[in-house]
């Protein structure tokens, strides 16, 4: 539920996932509601942009 079903342009190069093996999407929630806002990108971009440490999963959808 609530899912973006519909995949999302790469929030960091701006350009389309369509057909991208690596696409994830990414849940942001807010701290005092239940606001939440989702985000697609390339794992791979996605990653370049995340501090040491950090590192993200593909999952099949
Ligand atoms: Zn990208």
Known sequence: MGVV??????????????????????????????????LGAHAEHLNSVLAEGFSVEVHQI
């Open 5 to 38: 079903s519909e995949r999302l342009r790469c929030c960091v190069c701006g350009g389309s996932t369509d057909g991208a093996e690596d696409y994830v999407l990414v849940e942001l929630t807010a701290q005092c509601s239940d606001a939440r806002q989702w």
